[in-house]
């Protein structure tokens, strides 16, 4: 999928993705979403999120999190409160701490709050994008608080490519545990 450039797009993409994101998850049996990841998840990839994530819970929980960081920032900056994208202390070289923290946050989330959590923050975060004009969320230098980068460029990070990401984590879950099915079984 191609990367939204206009706010149609980007609406079209982000509800479009969350609908993917949700119907996959719909086609996975109760036992399997409340399953804890195989070890072979820890080591799919070199990123810290592989070892991180434990469980479905873990992933939605993440995209609600960075849901709250990216409602957070621009309600603060059109109030005219300066704030970088990420608290303090992080930065971009330091972000897997921070997602570290969110994890350790929802260990007593349940699955089924971590997916109120998300239905709820992504209708507020695409509420957000909808009050917005195509220049206002694309037009290089529109909001100082941007930095390089343009509003919809966060708002994209934000919702369908973090959506993309889950969902190939989701589809990896799904794949090793197939695999350690007893032959001639699925979990699904």
């Avoid at 699955?111 to 037009?139: C, P, R």
């Amino acid at each position: 999928m191609a990367r939204a450039t206009t706010k149609a797009d980007l609406i079209t993409a982000g509800n479009g993705q969350f609908e993917k994101l949700c119907k996959l998850i719909d086609t996975m049996s109760d036992e399997l979403q409340n399953a804890t990841f195989s070890s072979e998840m820890a080591s799919a990839g070199k990123e810290a999120h592989w070892s991180r994530d434990k469980n479905l819970r873990d992933v939605l929980v993440h995209l609600y999190e960075w849901h709250q960081l990216l409602l957070n920032w621009i309600t603060a900056n059109c109030r005219g409160n300066r704030k970088a994208f990420l608290p303090e202390p992080y930065n971009w070289k330091t972000y897997p701490a921070m997602n570290f923290q969110f994890w350790k946050k929802h260990q007593n989330t349940s699955l089924d709050n971590a997916k109120t959590l998300l239905k709820k923050s992504h209708q507020e975060v695409m509420a957000l994008i909808e009050s917005f004009s195509n220049d206002e969320l694309f037009a290089k230098n529109k909001f100082d608080w941007t930095g390089t980068s343009t509003l919809g460029a966060y708002c994209v990070s934000a919702t369908s490519s973090h959506y993309d990401w889950a969902m190939k984590k989701i589809k990896k879950h799904v794949k090793f545990s197939n695999h350690s099915a007893p032959k001639g079984m699925s979990l699904s």
